[in-house]
């Protein structure tokens, strides 16, 4: 069964022609065409028939390195402690992690209605390629189309029952797979993650201005590794320099949702598959933020 997955996401045929690839409308045909589209398609698909999703976000950045993934982790960890069902659409194929920080070695299965994630300790739902393959340490080689193709059969082709979150771990930069994402999936709105240098921050400007020409509403930016506490006497450090967080957020009009501090036990509870055992009342105001913009 677990051979007949894998070769159903390596072999499915995905279609990357010019219709895919555009949202576009053939202008030619407008003057005989009844919709008010204004010369643009929906290519928005919808999810598995078995699934209901409520809020889907995406969790963003143009850079790596900046922590999309500890921010999507601990973001599912607090909304799954306040009785939200959450799920994680881990779309870093090349590079995935949330399976690891979670402690999830139990692979994805599937019957006719679809595959089906894998579930966290705490029951989170989780779908990511390393549930997929029989090497976790196994690389994955695909070209553009073909990783584009699997993230969009993890929106279509995944049982994720009924959810009231939808967390999609995204990879970095602005390429295929963030392209597909913004166009297959119905996102109830994206955060951007940064950290406190310049050059973060310009390179993070590229991920919001590409949602923003996708009509993808921005929830706010969160800072991480913002600074860290000494252990000694409790004094606040910045390792990156200060922050010119609000200086970002106001040009571009955004809300700070969080300044998350560097803490070393964190990363030992990742390296551990244990990030549910999180102290997450730090990102209190962020969660509530979240929960308040998506009227969850």
């Given at each position: ?26 202008k ?5 065409c ?7 398609k ?90 997929l ?7 994955v ?49 994206a ?26 509403p ?17 004094k ?61």
């Amino acid at each position: 069964m677990f051979r007949w997955i894998t070769a159903f996401v390596m072999n499915k045929r995905i279609e990357t022609g010019d219709e895919k690839m555009s949202n576009e409308c053939d202008k030619s045909k407008c003057a005989s065409c009844s919709s008010n589209c204004s010369g643009k398609k929906d290519l928005h698909e919808p999810c598995n028939s078995h699934s209901t999703i409520r809020k889907i976000i995406s969790v963003v950045s143009g850079k790596g390195g900046v922590g999309k993934s500890m921010v999507t982790s601990s973001l599912a960890v607090a909304l799954n402690k306040k009785g939200y069902r959450v799920g994680i659409l881990d779309a870093d194929i090349t590079g995935p992690s949330i399976p690891k920080v979670f402690g999830v070695e139990s692979k994805a299965m599937g019957t006719e209605m679809g595959m089906f994630p894998s579930y966290t300790n705490e029951g989170i739902s989780i779908m990511s390629v390393n549930l997929l393959l029989e090497d976790e340490d196994a690389p994955v080689v695909w070209r553009g189309p073909m990783i584009a193709g699997a993230v969009k059969q993890f929106w279509t082709d995944v049982v994720w029952s009924d959810l009231d979150v939808l967390l999609i771990d995204m990879p970095p930069g602005t390429g295929d797979v963030p392209l597909t994402v913004f166009q297959t999936i119905p996102l109830d709105g994206a955060i951007v993650v940064t950290t406190p240098q310049d050059l973060v921050s310009l390179i993070v400007k590229k991920s919001y201005h590409m949602a923003e020409k996708m009509n993808i509403p921005i929830l706010g930016i969160v800072e991480n590794m913002s600074y860290m506490e000494c252990p000694d006497c409790g004094k606040k450090l910045y390792p990156f320099g200060q922050s010119k967080l609000d200086q970002v957020a106001e040009e571009m009009g955004l809300d700070i949702l969080a300044r998350l501090p560097i803490q070393p036990e964190n990363a030992e509870l990742c390296d551990a598959g244990k990030i549910e055992k999180r102290d997450v009342s730090i990102l209190e105001d962020m969660v509530q933020k979240v929960i308040q913009k998506l009227e969850l």
